[in-house]
């Protein structure tokens, strides 16, 4: 059985954080506020901390990426340009409780203890998300039991339950463990009442409580606990994870184990050397998930393969590569750092897109056509989207993230299996056309008020004109009391105000009536029946 020297998986979940009444503020500016009472802090990075904790591994970081992709992820500089509090438009929390997390795979498994390396929280500014990224290790595991936690760990509840009510594709239990080794938070995966009862009420997932636990004092949407920050499900509940695998000897791992490491299949029985899925389903799996530029006997790091799908990126080599298990310059190092922020800035702007995307439907599922408010609150929101969506696009959508050759290729490899282009495409023609939607019915509303003025201000002319002429000499009221005079400005005054509101009431049939008086085709017979119709009764 092969060994995995060193196994390390980092799990990346975005999340949408659901607007509350009364935040205006950027969202961690709310966790920094709860100070002592989170268990969350503030991460002070090696860019805007002191000059001796910037060692060469973050300069190789920076410099993997384009000026533009820099001034994302680091900011310019210690003056804070454009953020409101400055820097990077990204921020990260910490929390730094948690030193290792006990699993049980299946029921009757011997528990495994890995290794918390952090658990943080990444905000971005003016984008109403967060991505949870949980760091493991461990060391000496057997493939099988690494394959296992790869295809287990990152489920955000369980997929459903067999005949034994165990759950399914997810940890039969996970513990996470103080560092004196007490019990922080238990799963509760296999307590399936629980999940029926939250999807029958609620019509959504409930988050496993050992997640649950990890994301306070943020809380579910749905949840009935008290919180300003509220998070709702955005992905797929199979957390996009990045594994690193130092193995014995990679070269006799066989295509099926690469097809499972690849795809992130379940683990296969010991005796069992078959492929996941058929032939014909896996005919391409090297051409479209392998990069295998450094799969060979020479170079710095020999037999080193990436698989990526998407969904998951993994790093398989050799343990004997001092290269490869490098934390300052090797493989290791880039996987942690440059392949990292890759793989996080992919998976943002998937995530940022979905959230678009979702607003939208939640605005037009909001919307009744019958109520005044509502289709205000319909048009500020499509307002609002395609603001946003004009930011995001400037600040945060990249096309090529880096010239280095390796990180390119896993670029491109990461957004088409995201499908990220097409996604872009499709959110952004929605947000046009609801876009110009608002902008059409604008110009039909003036369009309607201008005719409406226009006929009001020509029949209304036929009136001034008259009184005008008549008004000279057929009253002589000049010296009459005030009351008099009070009484004809009232007479006039009343019938006017009448026959103004008359007239706007009617104004679309009489602008008929108008269109068919200045056609010099018309007979008279048609311009006729065009005046009796502003009174025949009918919709307007």
């Not at 979940?13 to 503030?42: F, T, V």
């Not at 897109?353 to 319909?378: I, K």
Request: hydrophobic fraction near 45%; aromatic fraction near 12%; include cysteine.
């Amino acid at each position: 059985m092969l060994q995995a020297r060193q196994f390390r998986q980092a799990l990346l979940w975005p999340l949408r954080l659901m607007q509350s009444q009364g935040r205006r503020e950027p969202p961690w500016h709310w966790l920094r506020a709860l100070g002592p009472a989170s268990p969350w802090r503030e991460v002070v990075d090696e860019y805007t901390g002191a000059a001796t904790d910037f060692h060469e591994r973050h300069y190789r970081e920076f410099v993997a990426f384009l000026p533009y992709v820099q001034r994302f992820l680091y900011g310019e500089g210690r003056t804070r340009r454009g953020t409101g509090d400055g820097g990077s438009p990204m921020r990260v929390f910490r929390r730094n409780d948690i030193a290792r997390v006990r699993t049980v795979a299946q029921p009757g498994d011997a528990p495994l203890t890995l290794d918390i390396v952090h658990v943080d929280l990444y905000f971005f500014y003016d984008v109403d998300l967060v991505l949870l990224n949980v760091e493991v290790s461990a060391t000496d595991l057997t493939l099988r039991e690494a394959q296992e936690v790869m295809y287990r760990f990152g489920r955000g509840y369980p997929g459903g339950w067999d005949e034994e009510g165990c759950p399914l594709h997810c940890m039969a239990s996970v513990e996470w463990l103080a560092a004196d080794g007490s019990v922080l938070h238990a799963s509760d995966s296999g307590e399936s009442e629980l999940f029926l009862k939250h999807v029958s009420e609620h019509r959504a997932p409930r988050i496993s409580g050992h997640w649950a636990y990890l994301l306070q004092p943020l809380v579910p949407d749905y949840s009935t606990e008290e919180g300003v920050l509220r998070y709702r499900q955005i992905e797929y509940y199979r957390m996009p994870l990045m594994v690193f695998l130092a193995l014995d000897r990679p070269r006799e791992l066989t295509r099926a184990d690469f097809t499972c490491l690849g795809l992130v299949t379940a683990a296969p029985r010991s005796d069992d050397a078959s492929l996941p899925y058929s032939e014909a389903h896996l005919d391409d799996f090297e051409r479209r998930y392998c990069f295998d530029r450094f799969w060979c006997a020479g170079g710095e790091a020999p037999n080193t393969r990436y698989l990526c799908s998407g969904h998951s990126l993994v790093v398989v080599g050799d343990a004997a590569s001092p290269f490869f298990v490098d934390r300052d310059r090797g493989v290791l190092a880039q996987f942690r750092h440059q392949h990292f922020l890759m793989f996080l800035i992919a998976h943002f702007q998937k995530a940022a897109l979905l959230m678009f995307s979702d607003g939208l439907a939640q605005a037009l599922m909001a919307l009744s056509v019958d109520d005044p408010e509502s289709v205000r609150r319909f048009k500020r929101s499509i307002r609002q989207a395609f603001e946003g969506f004009l930011r995001f696009t400037h600040r945060y959508w990249f096309h090529e993230i880096s010239e280095q050759a390796h990180v390119r290729a896993l670029w491109h490899m990461c957004s088409q299996h995201l499908d990220i282009d097409p996604l872009y495409a499709e959110v952004k023609e929605r947000i046009a056309e609801m876009s110009s939607y608002l902008e059409a019915d604008s110009l039909r509303r003036q369009a309607n008020t201008v005719v409406r003025l226009t006929v009001v201000t020509i029949f209304g002319l036929i009136g001034t004109v008259a009184t005008g002429f008549l008004g000279m000499n057929l009253i002589s009221e000049a010296e009459a009391p005030f009351l008099a005079k009070l009484f004809y400005f009232l007479i006039v005054f009343v019938p006017t105000i009448a026959l103004t509101f008359y007239t706007i009431a009617k104004s679309k049939r009489l602008s008929d009536f108008l269109d068919a008086l200045s056609d010099e085709r018309l007979p008279v017979k048609y311009k006729l029946a065009a005046l009796m119709a502003v009174w025949r009764r009918g919709r307007e």
